[in-house]
């Protein structure tokens, strides 16, 4: 093989590779990624029912509703609008009614929302950073709440 | 007192740090050996000096002095001595403080160690890391002060995040430094070469036990992070391909493809422009994983801008040694002669296969990062990255290395066998298959992707054992002569041999999480709930009064047919000081898996639980200790050191140093 040969497969091989990665970068970004959205946008933007989405706000006050075999529903406010929620599942320990969420799941026909995953951090001081967006949003931030520490 | 001169210290470590930035340069350019000399002496002064502002700091710590305001805003008089200790990074200022503790360390490091690096290379090395010495302690006396004094102190301290009250702050994020920043030392010297516009194979030699050294202990500090955040955090979830894990595994990623490419260059002087980039690569991506998770901009791209005095900082930081860095490469990368090139089917063709798929698997851990942080400051969409982004690209790549792993490990340098390699590699497959057969069939099936997981794990595992194996073990040879042999191999074969193995454990660790099952439930005295093979029974709870917290105990039997073979706890904590409570999750080790209980709420239909049986899922954090067991022994290899008498000459180490000077000189 000769010298230029050799060197064409090596560059040959990387654009190969390369290639390869950006197609299934370009492929994941279409179908894996998800959105946020608050309440008031979720209404506004007229979302299709079935798509995966987070959705952050406050947990509403008195929404909490706890069924049996760990089954919860609640609602998300941001004081403008409600998304009513439902949830199976342990609910992180910071999780109260007044406190940020962002809940992950699947925007049903009926305009609730089904989440399979709920965050809530665990310091106390912490909001959700959607969720602290989303609220200076509809005007109802309260103060520059210092985040929790991360882990270093 | 003891505080201030902490502070004066630092200020002394960063006038010590231009010193040895400015004049082993300077000596280098006029080839002056004492201005030379002065380097290292600079460098241990500066380590000895930042030394003494940390030990100033951890007296705060450990006294509880409210005077300070790092230790009020971070401890408590109530809180055990450890935590107290590690409270100190566990915050920004002190981390930044152990950062540049383990710059100066390694900086110190070079100037004592023995080196095969020439003098001016290893002057300018030293200078470089200097610089970075500078730029930190600058960071940190400027804006980042920790040793800030209170007017008016408390009498008590708001004490430390709870969830950081554990032992896995002891160890994870001083491992994690050394890693990182060890990868400066090996900057360091990738600037030194463009600097001096020479690269050989004595500079492969030179850097790469710097190189190893990090690796070991990023890998250590990653499998740590992620084995803490598993039993910490409550979810049963060990990797979130969260920005602040992708912060630390890009780096490893860049990391051990330098760890490969060094090899090539050492062993056949070639890829050198290449090692070059992937040593600039390697730190600049570490200090991005400082910058992402110190700067504040994850929690909001809008607070980076709220508080310019550190954000911009770090930020001018980053800019200015990576910016620097391929400056620097763009100039110069066109002076280093090129090494030859060589053929596809070899072990360093199969190495280049090796560097292109971590570089790519890194690029896409990087889009997958930072992706959404470009896009909400561009168009101020807010988009998640998770987990199945990362299965979509980074998993088939990674799948790609790691089938590749046996087979580059069977070729030989210069020209290899394909066929000869896959003949040597028919018995590993067999066994591998015939091994993932059997466990799928006793697990009654699984997911295709999973039990190709597992097969890759077995295939890469079997592959590292057969290395040792086929290099030791001869037809009809009695067992003494193999194990002679064995032994006799240089400790490099078995570092490779040993860490590779320790990537197949680890995955198939990872591939058997497929076969976990979860159960949520809620939890009565006496009524069993069923996870997997066992049976979780609530026996017992009780509340009791620890130290800084109180907590909520609830006792758990494991039974397996009827029989209790395990007792665990998991518990609810309050932390009065904080008002904040935390999960600690229950965990029962049965062979290498692992019963997990996570508590929820209390409601009237008992106690909410969600189990977990979680098999072989030790062998994760298991495989990433043997990978750095096996750096550690590659590490140990003699050829690696300089001078180190060979077998039966034992006597003139200072011969061969002289040669191997001579030899740089004559070049």
């Known amino acids: 093989m000769t010298r230029k040969k050799r060197r064409l497969l090596l560059i040959g091989s990387a654009v190969a590779v390369l290639g390869v990665a950006l197609g299934l970068v370009l492929f994941a970004m279409r179908d894996t990624i998800v959105f946020f959205y608050g309440p008031t946008e979720l209404a506004q933007k007229n979302i299709q029912p079935g798509a995966r989405l987070r959705i952050g706000g406050l947990v509403k006050e008195g929404s909490v509703e706890r069924l049996a075999s760990q089954q919860v529903r609640f609602a998300i406010t941001d004081s403008t609008s409600d998304v009513r929620v439902s949830y199976a599942g342990l609910l992180p320990d910071l999780f109260r009614e007044g406190q940020g969420v962002v809940a992950e799941g699947v925007l049903q026909p009926d305009h609730t929302f089904v989440a399979d995953k709920v965050l809530a951090k665990h310091d106390e001081r912490y909001m959700p950073r959607e969720v602290a967006d989303a609220l200076k949003k509809q005007g109802v931030w309260q103060g520059e709440e210092k985040a929790g520490a991360a882990r270093p | ?667």
């Open chain 2, 1 to 667: 007192m003891i505080v201030e001169i902490g502070h004066y210290a630092l200020v002394l470590a960063l006038a010590l740090s231009v010193i040895q930035t400015v004049l082993p340069f300077w000596g280098a350019r006029a080839r002056d050996a004492s201005l030379m000399g002065i380097g290292p002496v600079a460098a241990v002064g500066a380590f000895v000096c930042v030394a003494i502002a940390f030990g100033a700091l951890t007296w705060a710590y450990v006294t509880s002095d409210f005077t300070v305001r790092n230790v009020v805003e971070n401890s408590h008089s109530l809180k055990p001595l450890l935590f107290r200790i590690t409270g100190l990074w566990g915050n920004h200022e002190g981390s930044m403080l152990l950062w540049v503790l383990v710059v100066a360390l390694f900086g110190a490091l070079l100037a004592v160690a023995r080196s095969m690096a020439p003098g001016v290379l290893r002057a300018d090395a030293l200078a470089v890391q200097g610089l970075i010495s500078v730029a930190f302690l600058t960071f940190i006396i400027s804006v980042s002060n920790p040793f800030a004094r209170l007017v008016a102190p408390p009498a008590e301290g708001q004490d430390l995040n709870p969830i950081l009250q554990d032992i896995g702050l002891a160890i994870h994020p001083p491992l994690l430094y050394i890693g990182y920043v060890g990868f400066s030392l090996v900057f360091a010297f990738a600037a030194a070469a463009l600097i001096g516009g020479r690269i050989d194979a004595i500079w492969a030699r030179a850097v790469r036990p710097w190189c190893l050294i990090a690796w070991v202990f990023l890998t250590l500090g990653i499998a740590m992070g992620s084995y803490w955040a598993y039993y910490e955090l409550g979810w049963g979830g060990f990797w979130f391909w969260d920005p602040v894990e992708n912060a630390s595994f890009m780096p490893w990623l860049s990391g051990t493809a330098l760890l490969h490419s060094i090899l090539v260059m050492e062993k056949r002087d070639a890829l050198k422009v290449w090692t070059i980039l992937l040593a600039i690569l390697t730190f600049s991506l570490s200090l991005l994983g400082a910058f992402l998770v110190r700067s504040g901009v994850l929690t909001s791209v809008h607070a980076f801008a709220t508080d310019p005095g550190r954000g911009l900082f770090i930020l001018a930081i980053l800019v200015f040694f990576i910016g620097g860095g391929f400056a620097l490469f763009a100039w110069r990368a066109p002076l280093l002669k090129t090494g030859g090139l060589f053929a596809p089917i070899s072990r360093e063709g199969a190495l280049v296969v090796n560097n292109l798929l971590l570089a790519t698997a890194c690029a896409t851990v990087f889009i997958g990062t930072l992706y959404p942080l470009a896009l909400e400051g561009l168009t101020g969409d807010k988009i998640s990255v998770g987990p199945p982004f990362y299965d979509a690209t980074f998993v088939p790549l990674a799948m790609a290395l790691l089938l590749l792993i046996p087979f580059g490990q069977a070729l030989a340098w210069k020209r290899g066998d394909l066929a000869g390699a896959v003949s040597r590699l028919l018995f590993v497959m067999g066994v591998s298959i015939v091994a993932c057969l059997a466990i799928v069939f006793i697990q009654r099936g699984g997911p295709v992707l999973a039990v190709i997981g597992l097969w890759l794990g077995i295939f890469v595992f079997v592959g590292g054992v057969n290395e040792i194996l086929s290099r030791s073990w001869k037809r009809g040879a009695p067992l003494s002569v193999v194990l002679r042999r064995a032994a006799g191999l240089p400790r490099s074969a078995w570092g490779a041999a040993v860490a590779h193995a320790g990537v197949g454990v680890c995955v198939i660790g990872l591939a058997a999480q497929a076969w976990s099952i979860e159960t949520l439930g809620s939890a009565r005295p006496g009524q069993p709930l069923t996870v997997g093979p066992y049976d979780v029974v609530l026996t017992d709870s009780f509340s009791r009064q620890v130290a800084n917290y109180r907590e909520d105990v609830a006792r758990f039997h494991v039974l397996q047919g009827g029989v209790i073979i395990r007792t665990v706890d998991a518990s609810k904590r309050f932390f009065p000081a904080r008002n904040t409570s935390t999960t600690e999750a229950g965990i029962s080790t049965i062979g290498f898996g692992q019963v997990y209980v996570a508590l929820g709420d209390a409601g009237e239909h008992g106690l909410g639980v969600r189990l977990y049986w979680k098999p072989w899922v030790l062998l994760i954090w298991i495989g990433a200790l043997i990978a750095a067991i096996g750096g550690a022994l590659s590490f140990s290899d003699r050829r690696l050191r300089v001078g180190a008498p060979t077998r039966g000459r034992r006597k003139e180490p200072a011969g061969k140093e002289a040669v191997a000077i001579a030899t740089v000189a004559a070049q």
